[in-house]
């Protein structure tokens, strides 16, 4: 019979496989020109007082100079009870590329949900908390790419929140703006909240002058700060605007409010 | 008989000599999807008090050649719901057969519920977020327009970057600058959807799909739309511009050898 082809792989070749790797490296360097991430702008901001933490978004989701839509909440409860969340006393805002926060917020919720199964108690938010960072830095060569803060009710019943960086560096602090709008924000609140550059009157010049000291404040306040650093945010922040969602979270539950901004 | 199966269906050693491996390179890297190649423009769509109305041309071009005149950007899924591609064609095909095997095994499994428009979103919106994750995108802009489990209407984006937003208008790409515009005159939030009819809602699509025509230079003046309903989906393929007019070209001056 006459000789047949052999069927046998080529030399060299990795053969017929299937899946085939890669045996000879590349030369010079291959250029992508795939951006894995956007920002989808807005901003976030949360304040916790005695009893309360108060965490607010705008609604408003950009792309470019384009609005993709008027109504994107960047606040999620995290835990309780099924889709809904039923019962949850926690509460996370994402800001910066919305498909990264929504990855996250699902990976989040997915783990307190497992924790109460698991242990058949409710996780603390500084459990919470700790675990949030976690998963941001192990993704730490390819990050998630958002400002989150988490918001809830500390052991001893005060207000807790925390914040973090894209790589899960984080810390717990009675204030914090992050988003498109935070260098706007987060001066406005340094001022309100924590009383920087205020003294009491009449207590001196230069070093004698006595910082006045912080204090929690109370709900009302605080919701009244919130509203007027977005409405602020808003007159000079293009892509912050068209409504306002609050998440009041105290020992009772979450309270939710919005508020329209303008939409222009 | 040749009894090696990896060599089945190759030409011959014996008779076109043994085959050079060079032709058909197989050990380089994978390639990605780095820029779209074949793609279709806008998709526009708008919600109404009882469905959604969604919409998208015919055209499939090759950069500025308009290549396939015939090309279907609409897709129907198990009569519930509608995906609107606009992006690159060949993934759209890849995911039209995802979303074909998706169907099948849907109807294999269970009959009660079947896939509403919302779960069609999630899964699609996953399967784009893995892919770019991946660094291996599906290079589309889809929307997926249909009902969700309570029957209201649904309309939601998910793109390339896997990010996903829902508003009672959309439009991708051209039409995200010239139809936004117009659909959210008529649709300027939630609460007017339940105010709009069926008819004006596919009276102002059609609207935007002429001004799309005018002014997007890769658009074509066939084009599909479909309106989604509880009773069903209603989907015409092969719908041709009415009431062009032309009159504001007169006007137009500075162009070309037009100097005055």
């Known amino acids: ?264 | 008989m040749n009894h090696f199966p990896q060599a089945w269906g190759r030409p011959r050693d014996d008779v076109y000599g043994s085959y050079d491996h060079s032709h058909f390179q197989t050990n380089g890297p994978n390639q990605h999807t780095q820029s779209p190649i074949v793609t279709g423009t806008s998709v526009v769509a708008a919600k109404f008090k009882d469905g959604v109305v969604i919409a998208a041309d015919n055209l499939a071009s090759y950069g500025s050649l308009a290549r396939f005149t015939d090309v279907k950007r609409l897709r129907k899924f198990n009569d519930q719901v509608v995906v609107g591609f606009g992006g690159d064609v060949s993934d759209m095909q890849y995911l039209d057969r995802l979303l074909l095997s998706l169907d099948i095994r849907e109807n294999y499994s269970s009959t009660e519920n079947p896939l509403n428009a919302k779960n069609l979103h999630t899964y699609l919106a996953k399967v784009m977020y893995k892919r770019r994750s991946d660094f291996n995108p599906l290079w589309n802009h889809l929307l997926i327009a249909g009902l969700d489990g309570e029957d209201k209407p649904f309309l939601a984006s998910a793109d390339l970057l896997g990010t996903t937003f829902s508003s009672p208008t959309l439009a991708t790409g051209f039409g995200g600058h010239l139809a936004q515009p117009i659909l959210r005159k008529l649709l300027p939030d939630e609460a007017s959807v339940e105010r709009v009819s069926e008819e004006q809602a596919v009276e102002v699509v059609k609207e935007c799909m002429k001004v799309l025509f005018y002014r997007d230079a890769r658009s074509m003046d066939k084009y599909s739309i479909a309106v989604i309903k509880k009773d069903g989906v209603e989907l015409k393929e092969d719908e041709k511009l009415e009431n062009q007019s032309w009159a504001f070209a007169e006007r137009i001056r500075g162009y070309g050898t037009q100097t005055a």
Request: charged share 20%; glycine share 12%.
């Open chain 1, 1 to 264: 019979m006459a000789s047949v082809f052999t069927g046998a792989p080529p030399q060299g070749g990795p053969g017929y496989s299937f899946k085939q790797t890669p045996t000879v490296a590349l030369s010079g360097e291959r250029q992508h020109s795939f951006y894995p991430y956007t920002d989808n702008g807005g901003s976030t901001l949360g304040i916790s007082g005695a009893d309360f933490t108060i965490l607010a978004g705008d609604t408003r989701s950009t792309h470019g100079y384009n609005i993709n839509t008027r109504y994107a909440p960047k606040l999620f409860k995290i835990g309780g009870e099924g889709p809904e969340n039923k019962g949850s006393r926690i509460v996370l805002s994402v800001v910066g590329f919305a498909a990264d926060g929504d990855a996250l917020k699902e990976r989040l919720d997915t783990i307190v949900k497992m924790y109460k199964y698991q242990h058949g108690k409710s996780i603390t938010v500084a459990a919470c908390a700790q675990r949030l960072s976690h998963i941001l830095y192990n993704k730490r060569f390819f990050p998630y790419y958002v400002h989150a803060i988490l918001g809830g009710i500390d052991e001893d019943g005060k207000g807790a929140l925390y914040s973090y960086d894209p790589v899960g560096s984080y810390e717990r602090e009675q204030c914090r703006a992050a988003g498109a709008a935070a260098s706007l924000i987060m001066p406005f609140l340094d001022n309100q909240v924590n009383l920087k550059n205020q003294y009491e009157p009449g207590s001196g010049t230069g070093h004698d002058l006595q910082a006045k000291l912080a204090q929690p404040l109370p709900r009302k306040d605080v919701e009244d700060l919130v509203r007027d650093a977005f409405t602020s945010a808003v007159e000079r922040h293009i892509e912050v605007g068209d409504g306002l969602q609050m998440m009041i979270i105290t020992k009772d539950g979450i309270e939710e409010t919005f508020t329209p901004l303008k939409k222009d």
